[in-house]
């Protein structure tokens, strides 16, 4: 028999994850607050629901993965209740670990669990079941919910119990990539001032020293200036960046590289470059450098 | 019959890769300030000069490999001389690229040749024969360069005819692992502030999205606070800043995240970690957040 | 006969405040939160009131000076129903723009006024009537205010009808002296490593070229690290750090100096600072210089 | 009988600051590179010399007020040998402390004397006879000069023996002024985007908390964007600033806002503002916040 699994949200990452639960044989019922884009799912399997509570049965899992903090607050208000004594929630959006650690206190009212268990991925790789998810929360949930991740990537880590840590690692893996996208940006100026050719210079790293997918896929588009169409916009990486500092400044944590993107990225927009892909904050190190 | 090759300054970086020469069959001059070190090689069939001019023979080829600026423009007020025409100077250590272009007209008033192949790699990759290294400077001289090169090496890549621009790039690459490194520290002090183990955190960037050497090596250097003994020692390190620093003044490129890890350095010197390895700035990060 | 003015709250500036509010002859009842504080003043002839509402004459004059967003907020709640149509409200916190945005509203409801008048000067300026107030707002209103605010200050100026206006005048202000805090620390350290003495230093810029009170005073407290007891805790100048980073996002402007004194401020938290002066940040020039 | 002084370099500063100590009644001889400069003296009874060392006397004063440190570096070659036995140079260039260190030692060997007489004042204070002069070196050496630099100046600050003091006092008050250029324009974006008039935010700071000349003329320029002609010209500023970074740097301290400013500068120049005024940085938080 087939294990019910509902899913809310579906955007640029959310489709592609349901449709590969749908692949691995889950019985995925859908809410998304614009309900043609959950239709598209329907020729393949999955039942369409009207609101958050009638995709949910009581003692099932449901997923949600939505664009931040304030909408998952405000969808997960019927959650609790829909779900009941032994459902469970997997939470996969990039939103502040005080999020998760309010959801889980909701849910652990009426008997039900809670994990975080964000992803890394850009929409392709959610396509290609090769997301990779670190989870945190009650042992027990995770491994129940270890199939149903499965479904979704190339890789599960676990980061305790702590129900934020899975939340705060999935943003320090966002400010280590926004960081090394300004430090290329940097050294791109300084080699372009110099002579040097874009690609060659990242093409260089890509397969040297920095041979891993953030440098070899960001390089390019920096290279490039492929900023357009975006992979991920700059007002969405703002979003995370926020978090971020947020999350800084409730730990009381002095972050300068982190305050130094932010500036970018508010400058970026400033100028109006907010659909261009976060990697766009490069045009201010070329800005700054006389070069445009 | 074996082809002769001069080797000048036996460092860490440099005695592995006289070594290699040798294992490839040239036939191999050495000096070095502190003869004994250069003596360790003799067993092994390297012949050890007294002096930069005794060490290299006319027309041959010699290589340098230096702690600085200084040091190789002190070195290099010999070499032209000592190869005359049709002599090949490979220029390894990390140095500024106007000292390329200042050595490149010296020697071509004398109708020897000059190119800069400055490496990628610590001391063991060095001795695995694991390097990467960029040229620049004359096309037939690179292709001259090229079986010494190999010898040392596991990949070359040219950046054309201007004999500085490899010099440039090695600046930005080091510039963007101390980026990297800083990146990381922040990362590590807001992760463990919130509970989060810190070789948990840099072994899962280090397997999924940041799968490469830099974050790899420097992330479990920095998890474990592994400063001692230096693999490449903060005054070093320092050294390349400033190079970078100058560089980039004299082009005109602001680069801020190159002025945050200069600040770093200088005040992990100032603190009297300069013996540390490099990745010691990570305190700084801590201890700003409270944590030591 | 003597104009009724109420007063809410009396903290280190809200008391003395009030106090030359009666020696001007204004008739003054109070409310703070903690009454023994407000019941100083019984003997001055202040009348104490048990709750904001008590506190106020339907159409008369209302005053707030209180610690924060939150606490002008929550205070808020009761006033605009109690002063009616024909009162004013006089803000005198420094808080955001936006909030004085959302209390004109909820007062104009009622027929009432709002303007923003928040003071320049420590607790000594506010007891020798030396406040600097800067006013925005309905020109009518402000006209109205003109007494009550005459008799706590030395000068007062008028930023126009946008009732935020005056808020971000004080935010910028406070920046420039966090800014100027910050400069005179890194000078301080430079000077003090180069064999100069620290007060000589502040004490020359103070008669010279710096010669206003933010040099002078400051300079003087950093000069001999007087940082307790606080004139400004610390702690407070954060919350204006934060409502100068808020009010820059929230307009898209890019503040690099605001970024690096909130984090020498956060620095200081983690280092259970709060309680010190706010310029007790020179702590970390010091600090990174291997000064301490 | 007058005193006879000598004077070298007459730019926009040495040129009014000659012409002070001629109407104070000394005799003075002066040389300039450009010698038609000189020349405009002659008809105020200044003595015009064809080289350095037909303009000193033996045993007499000679002050120098030179671009640079190479500059002066140049100049100074031949005054020892010139002055000889009980000569007194007193340079008041903006130059490093180490350049200080250095000349005295060369007027040791000789029997001259040698102190450091920086100032503070553009071309019109000096003019107004309202520069404000700091000094280090030999007390009696001082007490020699004393007569000479009152004769130029509102005000003298003794800094003590070591020759350099006063040279690293005068660039902490350039890294001030420089620093509160910043803070006022990152003020200025920041009210200007809240609808503040600029002029109307920064004269009222002049006449408050501000009420100094830095504040007052500076902020008057950045208000009205008055870059043109410069008072001081960005170019110079830069030179200014790189010397309090190397100094900084050579004493191992950190100054983050030193970094920052010197960013600006740079991307100034590299937008072609060398020749406008300093405060012309403002353009970059402009900038930056979408305003231009």
Known sequence: MTIPVSFIG?????????????????????????????ETLVTEGVVVADSVKAAIQPGSIVI????????????????PAALGKGGLHISMSTVSPETSRTL????????????????????????????????????????????????????????GAEVGAANVLKLTGNFMIIAAIEAMAEALALGEKNGLNRSDLMSFF?????????????????????????????????????????????????????DLVHA?????????RGNLDWTAIELASAEDAGLR
């Open 264 to 272: 970018r990225l508010l400058s970026a927009l400033a100028k109006g």
């Open 104 to 159: 889980l206190a909701t849910h652990a009212a009426v008997g039900s669990d809670f994990i975080a268990a964000p992803v890394f991925g850009r929409p392709e790789a959610a396509a290609a079941q090769k997301l990779w998810i670190c989870t945190s929360g009650d042992a027990a949930a995770i491994v129940r919910a270890r199939p149903v991740l499965a479904a979704m990537s190339q890789g599960i880590f676990e980061f």
């Open 64 to 79: 949600t993965m939505l664009a931040n903090d304030a909408a998952l607050m405000d969808i997960a208000r019927d959650i």
């Open 206 to 258: 890509g397969q040297t020293i920095f041979a891993c997918p953030i440098y070899q896929n960001y390089g390019r588009i920096l290279a490039e200036r492929a900023y357009e169409p975006a992979g991920f916009k700059l007002e969405l990486g703002m979003k995370d960046v926020r978090l971020v500092r947020d999350t800084a400044e409730e730990a009381k944590v002095p972050m300068p590289v982190a």
């Open 10 to 38: 579906l955007g640029n990452m959310g489709l592609p994850m349901a449709r590969n639960l749908l692949k691995a044989g889950f019985a995925v019922t859908v809410f998304n607050r614009t309900k043609e884009r959950a």
